[in-house]
């Protein structure tokens, strides 16, 4: 899960079940590196995943409309090609 | 004079730097703003609008040792929906013993005389087999094909997995290779294999993700992949003995230059491991592999994802550290610091439950059990942090055997040390020097 960049709801609920154990039992200096940490830790991970969500949506909406135009194209074909049949046969 | 001519110079050299500063400054700003706009830019690469047929000699190279009926499988269909290709099947040195049983090569042959049959004269493994192929294509370097499929021997796919793959790779003369869209063959045999099914999902969301980011997805798999032979040919075709040959080759083709890109319509299915032990051996090897490509510094720029990946979770290893180090238990309410992350933390993690749940959509094969499993996400929880564990294991065993290249072993206690714990690893999964396919 870890190598999946933009991350899961998986390792994020892992971050926060730390985040939850690490702000009840830290104070002083622990908690000070601990947020400057974890903040930076939230920050990468927050905008890698909220950009691979971004391309995902434009990609597979990309994906969708080059299928339809494809599904068209051929449906368009196939018409052309029974309209071709009906025209040699005379019906 | 002279004082005045070593002030203007010093002047001179002072003007010349803040020069220089700004405009490395204004480098690293630059470069800043390409990286941000890169990470969220969309796929600049064009995919085929129609199906007409494409005018490219392709093929299709199947290595296998000690194959199955599914096998032959996989060659009827190649053949039957695709006439236009040429089918190779490379056996890497099955035992005789075993075809004389169970005659799967004597099937193959039987299906048609245009298939093509080579026999590697040792086990060479995967990706010593393809290139055994190759090798044996290139005889004949008038008549190399332009486009060459890899795939498994136990892949499963339909009539439009091929063409649309090739097509795929044709569209854009930038793209070295393509792969399909994967998705798990016997989900419902098991628990571990349903959830599988849910992690490939996973993969499939990220490659469409990556399409354009960094050249393209992380990896090419090496269940079926289309690849320009001369693209092949000019990188240096796959590289043996590799953990993981199908990643190194995509690393190498985007150092190269070359982008990669998923095919979103041509689908494959493949069997994923259905016992703990397997699984476990396979991501062991995968995560291994990973890491020797991570350690290659000239892939680095190929592999951002990768890089961004490990970084995060050593950054969390630090982090559990620190709480080990500084915690003291019942100090009490959590601080304004604390109470933001924890809150930024919950939001996050309620982003990406709800993407997760309405990307079930893509899922063509859900049934109720899949929408428990993932609705609930503690079995996918659980999942998750069991395999982070084969990351912890890898990282472990690449400390050893970097300690034993840098402490060679001296006396015979420490050379029985040593080779004790190799051979515990090795147990466990993690070796320096296998293929995908064993002997």
């Not at chain 2, 400054?25 to 703003?33: D, K, Q």
């Not at chain 2, 070359?258 to 476990?280: D, H, I, K, N």
């Amino acid at each position: 899960m870890w190598n999946l960049h933009g991350g899961t709801a998986i390792g994020v609920a892992t971050s926060a079940t730390l985040s939850i154990i690490g702000g009840t039992y830290l104070h002083g200096a622990g908690l000070v590196a601990l947020s400057i940490l974890f903040l930076g830790v939230m920050f990468v991970s927050t905008l890698l995943a909220v950009a691979t969500m971004v391309r995902f949506f434009r990609n597979q909406h990309r994906n969708d409309r080059y299928a339809e135009i494809k599904d068209a194209r051929q449906a368009w074909v196939e018409a052309h090609a029974r309209s071709c049949v009906f025209a040699d046969t005379g019906m | 004079m002279g004082y005045k001519n070593e002030t203007r110079s010093t002047h001179g050299v002072l003007y010349m730097r803040v020069v220089e500063g700004t405009q490395r400054f204004g480098t690293i700003i630059r470069r800043i703003w390409c990286a941000l706009v890169s990470i969220f830019s969309m796929s600049d690469l064009s995919l085929p609008r129609d199906n007409v047929a494409y005018n490219a000699s392709v093929y299709a190279i199947i290595p296998t040792h000690k194959p199955r009926k599914i096998t032959v499988q996989l060659v009827r269909d190649l053949i039957r929906w695709n006439p236009d290709v040429t089918v190779c099947v490379v056996d890497d040195c099955t035992p005789k013993e075993y075809e004389a049983q169970h005659h799967i090569f004597r099937s193959i042959r039987k299906l048609s005389p245009d298939v093509r049959y080579f026999r590697t004269q040792e086990n060479r493994l995967k990706a010593g087999a393809i290139n055994y192929a190759i090798a044996e294509l290139m005889r004949d370097p008038e008549h190399l094909p332009d486009v060459i499929v890899t795939l498994d021997d136990d892949v499963v796919i339909d009539q439009r997995t091929i063409p649309e793959l090739v097509r795929t790779l044709l569209a854009d003369v930038r793209v070295g290779a393509a792969c399909t869209q994967c998705r798990v063959l016997n989900k419902n045999k098991n628990m571990l294999t349903r959830l599988q099914g849910l992690e490939y999902l996973g993969f499939n969301a990220v490659r469409i993700a990556d399409e354009s980011f960094f050249n393209g997805p992380l990896v090419m798999h090496g269940m079926l992949s289309a690849f320009r032979t001369k693209t092949l040919i000019e990188v240096g075709l796959f590289a043996e003995r590799h953990l993981i040959e199908d990643y190194e080759m995509t690393a190498r083709l985007k150092t190269a230059g070359y982008r990669v890109r998923l095919s979103p319509q041509s689908l494959a299915w493949t069997e994923v491991p259905e016992t703990f032990g397997q699984l476990w051996r396979q991501r062991a090897r995968w995560i291994n592999g990973g890491i020797t490509i991570l350690g290659v510094r000239k892939y680095w720029r190929a592999i951002p994802q990768d890089l961004i990946g490990h970084a995060m979770f050593l950054a969390t290893v630090l982090l559990v550290g620190l709480i080990a180090f500084f915690g003291k238990a019942g100090s009490g309410e959590p601080s304004l610091a604390a109470s933001i992350i924890i809150v930024l933390s919950i939001c996050q993690a309620i982003v990406f439950y709800v993407f997760q749940v309405w990307y079930m959509r893509y899922y063509a094969e859900r049934d109720p059990v899949d929408w428990i499993l993932r609705l609930t996400l503690v079995p996918e929880f659980l999942y998750a942090n069991v395999l982070t564990l084969v990351l912890a294991g890898a990282y472990v065993f690449r400390l050893f055997e970097r300690t034993a290249v840098i402490f060679p072993v001296g006396n015979k206690m420490s050379r029985i040390t040593t080779s004790w714990l190799r051979a515990l690893f090795a147990r466990i999964g993690f070796t320096s020097g296998w293929g995908t396919k064993g002997a």
